[in-house]
């Protein structure tokens, strides 16, 4: 039982109702965990006295909840993993690229209600530097609205749009770094020792040389080493990522005591779920790669409790593209367990979901998610297929040699097959990061020119433009029916392809990522009656997918999830179920003929007591000829229990 389901346990059996004694309750619920998170990152002996600071502070910002997100937080506290419903459709969308602003978001709501969308998150909208910002990931302040976006007013009447159509809100809390803009670097860049404690600056470079020995590079194209020497205060300073993003010092317990404060006003707003950025790299140790040690996951969960008691509505995710066994501690482990990120990006299924595109077979994706650890039951995931960022070849060596594959040459293959390195592969995405000295790199590109969409539409050629958008629906149903929160990234709806224009700005062309931030195209949108084109096509089956999903409670993450080995190597087919009458299964063809599995098993299991069931992609009832399945390339099938 995690914290969030013992305060509700608790003051059920107290009858405690008033808000402000619920957060009592909270505090005294969350204590000594907090306490102990607390003091082993800042010792007793040195920390007593910022222990009092943060007991003292912790009443001070829940005075600053506005009464209406209080009232929400005490009917979520009371719904419990309200995050896991089936009735959750996600989309992450730029607002200058959407509909211009923020007014021009509000005037789409009617758009995101027409495909089924309610959970919307907004890319960073802060102010930040001028030229470079790694897209406002380099953040001048945590609340003020840049004003290119409009004003906080607008985002205030945006938030409370959203509530009143039922549409959750998420917001990046930028809490590894800030930029080299923000008052705090400013400061420091002055000499102010109270600051320059605030970041890790040193004055020549002993400590970094030590550090950069194991530290391995994010951006080492455009930011090669994670230190940039700031003449104004003659030091250098850690920037894992950019020059220009500078890393917190959370060794000093100030920062987190700063930081929790503009993550309550920023909550504050009207944000119903915090995207924790780059939680990884949060804590520093000099040996090690300073990723995923375990003081960041108790400055998380210390995060997460303070959190917990003064905004209980709002909940964390994790965004922690890393291997698929740490990932999942994100989710916390031993007494965090389910006490750190409610929710965590699936990185692994996503990289897996193109590998499979790619070698057309599912073997690796059956072995990786077979071997990782079930979630707390808690915990969901943020299921995509594509974001703002590049696609990462993050598998686990092991599993990919025992596929009989080499390791580096696979990624090789994967990155020849994405980036238009051989000629037969229909899939046009751009290398990100490639580092010829070993080899590695990652992809950029929008889905739908990676599914081959851009080269099919270039070459006029029916059946890949088929296969295309066979593809893209394939890859959009199984993150509505994996279990968890299906996020689709905004233009990936109407099949956008991929957009060049970055290259001539030079704020954005060192960085491949524009490549798949494109505008929205409303000129499509329009035409989306025309069922014949291809965008309607992708529009509609997603649209459709969403409905049967929100119709159908067994697709609620409640750890229900089932993979089946099917017996064909192209396949995929997973099961959702709830008890021995209901479940939906989900089966999938990844190679670009037609292949086959034998229906006894699915008899079996139960799916076939009324003769051949539907499919509810379709609505049309299947076909089995001589107890043969038959799929289409790249088709995808669900079957419901009746
Ligand atoms: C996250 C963001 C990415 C950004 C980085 C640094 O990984 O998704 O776009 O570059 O954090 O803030």
Same mark, same amino acid.
């Given at each position: 039982?995690?914290?969030?389901?013992?305060?509700?346990?608790?003051?059920?059996?107290?009858?405690?109702?008033?808000?402000?004694?619920?957060?009592?309750?909270?505090?005294?619920?969350?204590?000594?965990?907090?306490?102990?998170?607390?003091?082993?990152?800042?010792?007793?002996?040195?920390?007593?006295?910022?222990?009092?600071?943060?007991?003292?502070?912790?009443?001070?910002?829940?005075?600053?909840?506005?009464?209406?997100?209080?009232?929400?937080?005490?009917?979520?506290?009371?719904?419990?993993?309200?995050?896991?419903?089936?009735?959750?459709?996600?989309?992450?969308?730029?607002?200058?690229?959407?509909?211009?602003?923020?007014?021009?978001?509000?005037?789409?709501?009617?758009?995101?209600?027409?495909?089924?969308?309610?959970?919307?998150?907004?890319?960073?909208?802060?102010?930040?530097?001028?030229?470079?910002?790694?897209?406002?990931?380099?953040?001048?302040?945590?609340?003020?609205?840049?004003?290119?976006?409009?004003?906080?007013?607008?985002?205030?009447?945006?938030?409370?749009?959203?509530?009143?159509?039922?549409?959750?809100?998420?917001?990046?809390?930028?809490?590894?770094?800030?930029?080299?803009?923000?008052?705090?670097?400013?400061?420091?860049?002055?000499?102010?020792?109270?600051?320059?404690?605030?970041?890790?600056?040193?004055?020549?470079?002993?400590?970094?040389?030590?550090?950069?020995?194991?530290?391995?590079?994010?951006?080492?194209?455009?930011?090669?080493?994670?230190?940039?020497?700031?003449?104004?205060?003659?030091?250098?300073?850690?920037?894992?990522?950019?020059?220009?993003?500078?890393?917190?010092?959370?060794?000093?317990?100030?920062?987190?005591?700063?930081?929790?404060?503009?993550?309550?006003?920023?909550?504050?707003?009207?944000?119903?779920?915090?995207?924790?950025?780059?939680?990884?790299?949060?804590?520093?140790?000099?040996?090690?790669?300073?990723?995923?040690?375990?003081?960041?996951?108790?400055?998380?969960?210390?995060?997460?409790?303070?959190?917990?008691?003064?905004?209980?509505?709002?909940?964390?995710?994790?965004?922690?593209?890393?291997?698929?066994?740490?990932?999942?501690?994100?989710?916390?482990?031993?007494?965090?367990?389910?006490?750190?990120?409610?929710?965590?990006?699936?990185?692994?299924?996503?990289?897996?979901?193109?590998?499979?595109?790619?070698?057309?077979?599912?073997?690796?994706?059956?072995?990786?998610?077979?071997?990782?650890?079930?979630?707390?039951?808690?915990?969901?995931?943020?299921?995509?297929?594509?974001?703002?960022?590049?696609?990462?070849?993050?598998?686990?060596?092991?599993?990919?040699?025992?596929?009989?594959?080499?390791?580096?040459?696979?990624?090789?293959?994967?990155?020849?097959?994405?980036?238009?390195?051989?000629?037969?592969?229909?899939?046009?995405?751009?290398?990100?990061?490639?580092?010829?000295?070993?080899?590695?790199?990652?992809?950029?590109?929008?889905?739908?020119?990676?599914?081959?969409?851009?080269?099919?539409?270039?070459?006029?050629?029916?059946?890949?433009?088929?296969?295309?958008?066979?593809?893209?629906?394939?890859?959009?149903?199984?993150?509505?029916?994996?279990?968890?929160?299906?996020?689709?990234?905004?233009?990936?709806?109407?099949?956008?392809?991929?957009?060049?224009?970055?290259?001539?700005?030079?704020?954005?062309?060192?960085?491949?990522?524009?490549?798949?931030?494109?505008?929205?195209?409303?000129?499509?949108?329009?035409?989306?009656?025309?069922?014949?084109?291809?965008?309607?096509?992708?529009?509609?089956?997603?649209?459709?997918?969403?409905?049967?999903?929100?119709?159908?409670?067994?697709?609620?993450?409640?750890?229900? @999830?089932?993979?089946?080995?099917? $017996? /064909?190597?192209?396949? #995929? *087919?997973?099961?959702?179920?709830? &008890?021995? +009458?209901? =479940?939906?299964?989900?089966?999938?063809?990844?190679?670009?003929?037609?292949?086959?599995?034998?229906?006894?098993?699915?008899?079996? @299991?139960?799916?076939?007591?009324? $003769? /051949?069931?539907?499919? #509810? *992609?379709?609505?049309?009832?299947? &076909?089995? +000829?001589? =107890?043969?399945?038959?799929?289409?390339?790249?088709?995808?099938?669900?079957?419901?229990?009746?």
């Amino acid at each position: 039982m995690n914290q969030a389901a013992l305060h509700k346990l608790v003051s059920n059996r107290l009858n405690v109702k008033t808000p402000k004694a619920l957060f009592d309750l909270r505090l005294s619920t969350n204590l000594s965990l907090i306490q102990q998170l607390f003091f082993s990152l800042y010792p007793v002996d040195k920390h007593s006295k910022d222990f009092d600071k943060l007991l003292k502070l912790l009443p001070k910002l829940y005075a600053l909840r506005p009464d209406e997100l209080q009232r929400q937080d005490l009917e979520r506290l009371e719904a419990e993993s309200w995050y896991q419903n089936e009735n959750i459709v996600g989309m992450q969308l730029y607002v200058e690229n959407f509909n211009k602003d923020l007014k021009g978001l509000h005037k789409k709501i009617s758009y995101f209600k027409d495909l089924g969308v309610n959970f919307i998150h907004i890319m960073p909208i802060t102010t930040r530097p001028k030229g470079e910002s790694d897209g406002g990931y380099a953040v001048n302040s945590y609340l003020k609205v840049d004003k290119k976006y409009g004003s906080q007013e607008d985002l205030l009447k945006l938030t409370s749009a959203f509530r009143k159509h039922g549409i959750l809100l998420m917001l990046d809390f930028v809490v590894n770094h800030t930029s080299d803009e923000y008052p705090w670097a400013k400061k420091a860049k002055k000499g102010e020792q109270k600051y320059l404690d605030y970041y890790y600056t040193f004055e020549d470079r002993t400590i970094p040389d030590a550090f950069e020995k194991v530290l391995p590079e994010v951006f080492p194209e455009t930011s090669p080493g994670n230190f940039t020497y700031i003449p104004e205060m003659d030091r250098w300073v850690m920037t894992v990522f950019n020059s220009y993003q500078w890393d917190l010092n959370y060794t000093n317990p100030e920062v987190f005591m700063a930081m929790l404060t503009n993550l309550v006003k920023m909550v504050n707003l009207g944000v119903d779920v915090v995207r924790f950025d780059a939680l990884a790299f949060l804590w520093k140790k000099i040996g090690t790669i300073s990723q995923n040690l375990p003081e960041a996951h108790n400055l998380v969960s210390l995060f997460r409790m303070c959190l917990q008691v003064v905004a209980p509505g709002t909940i964390f995710l994790a965004e922690a593209i890393v291997a698929p066994k740490d990932i999942i501690k994100y989710f916390g482990e031993g007494p965090k367990l389910g006490n750190e990120c409610e929710v965590a990006y699936n990185a692994s299924l996503m990289a897996l979901l193109w590998n499979s595109i790619a070698t057309k077979k599912t073997g690796l994706l059956y072995k990786s998610l077979t071997e990782v650890p079930a979630k707390p039951k808690e915990c969901t995931w943020i299921n995509y297929i594509r974001c703002h960022d590049d696609i990462g070849l993050g598998y686990d060596d092991s599993f990919i040699r025992e596929m009989g594959w080499n390791p580096q040459q696979h990624r090789k293959f994967l990155l020849d097959y994405y980036c238009q390195r051989l000629d037969w592969s229909p899939a046009k995405g751009l290398l990100f990061m490639y580092n010829p000295k070993t080899g590695d790199g990652r992809i950029t590109g929008s889905a739908a020119s990676l599914l081959g969409l851009e080269s099919a539409l270039e070459s006029g050629h029916k059946d890949l433009l088929e296969n295309a958008i066979s593809k893209i629906n394939l890859l959009h149903g199984i993150i509505l029916s994996f279990g968890g929160i299906p996020m689709i990234y905004a233009g990936d709806e109407i099949a956008t392809l991929n957009d060049y224009s970055y290259s001539k700005d030079s704020s954005k062309s060192g960085d491949s990522r524009w490549v798949n931030r494109p505008q929205q195209d409303w000129s499509v949108v329009k035409k989306l009656g025309n069922g014949d084109l291809p965008q309607s096509k992708v529009y509609h089956t997603l649209k459709h997918l969403i409905s049967v999903r929100k119709a159908n409670p067994v697709l609620a993450d409640t750890n229900n @999830l089932v993979l089946h080995q099917s $017996g /064909n190597s192209h396949m #995929l *087919v997973f099961e959702r179920t709830q &008890d021995a +009458k209901k =479940g939906i299964i989900v089966i999938c063809n990844f190679d670009e003929n037609p292949q086959v599995i034998d229906s006894g098993w699915l008899m079996k @299991l139960g799916y076939f007591t009324k $003769g /051949n069931p539907k499919d #509810l *992609v379709t609505d049309k009832k299947i &076909d089995v +000829k001589s =107890g043969l399945l038959e799929l289409q390339p790249y088709q995808m099938i669900w079957l419901k229990k009746s």
